[in-house]
T-cell receptor
Framework: GAVVSQHPSWVICKSGTSVKIECRSL??????MFWYRQFPKQSLMLMAT?????????EQGVEKDKFLINHASLTLSTLTVTSAHPEDSSFYIC???????????FGPGTRLTVL | EDQVTQSPEALRLQEGESSSLNCSYT??????LFWYRQDPGKGPEFLFT???AGEEKEKERLKATLTKKESFLHITAPKPEDSATYLC????????FGAGTQVVVTP
């Protein structure tokens, strides 16, 4: 299967700071990438869908000004959590797909802790 | 509204004790039903895609089947390393995930 990486794997930051998470597709071109959030013992919650070269589509209830998504190339998407607060602490996971695949391939996730 | 429901929420098995997980769905125009395995603190790992009723796929001790309303993930003679949360998802446009079944296999 395709390989997707995320960086960093974990991050601790102070309240009010911004944090950027990178998602890369390593062996295929990802025309579409997805960002999910997962709380303990809960399933994945889709935050937004990003297509290369266009604006991300956010799910209802997700603040686009708080969670900035950029998909500037076919192998890289970034999620920036702006002015992070403790309630933003969560496990963030990206996934990627391309037209050749019907599946999504997931990154290993990023654990964000906001103090 | 599309819905994906997994049962049971949790399953505790003895090593070698076969069992099945259920994923029921209500979605029109299904473009695939997907099974993933997720270990704690990690991203989901892709297992199977099923597209049409009657389809079956196998990988080691796992076999996934699909009907028009549900999918089953059969675990045959599980080992402790099969312990994980198993997620199913359906795709019409975007993916929708179930809540998962947490499986614990004890020696």
């Amino acid at each position: 299967g395709a390989v997707v990486s995320q960086h960093p794997s974990w991050v601790i930051c102070k309240s009010g700071t911004s944090v950027k998470i990178e998602c890369r597709s390593l062996d295929f071109q990802a025309t579409t990438m997805f960002w999910y959030r997962q709380f303990p013992k809960q399933s994945l919650m889709l935050m937004a869908t990003s297509n290369e070269g266009s604006k991300a589509t956010y799910e209802q209830g997700v603040e686009k000004d708080k969670f900035l998504i950029n998909h500037a190339s076919l192998t890289l998407s970034t999620l920036t959590v702006t002015s992070a607060h403790p309630e933003d602490s969560s496990f963030y996971i990206c996934s990627a797909s391309d037209p050749s695949y019907n599946e999504q391939f997931f990154g290993p996730g990023t654990r964000l802790t906001v103090l | 509204e599309d819905q994906v429901t997994q049962s049971p929420e949790a399953l505790r098995l003895q090593e070698g004790e076969s069992s099945s997980l259920n994923c029921s769905y209500t979605v029109s125009g299904l473009r695939g039903l997907f099974w993933y395995r997720q270990d704690p603190g990690k991203g989901p790992e892709f297992l199977f895609t099923l597209y049409s009723a009657g389809e079956e796929k196998e990988k080691e001790r796992l076999k996934a089947t699909l009907t028009k309303k549900e999918s089953f993930l059969h675990i045959t003679a599980p080992k402790p390393e099969d312990s994980a949360t198993y997620l199913c998802a359906v795709r019409r446009g975007k993916f929708q995930f179930g809540a998962g079944t947490q499986v614990v296999v004890t020696p």
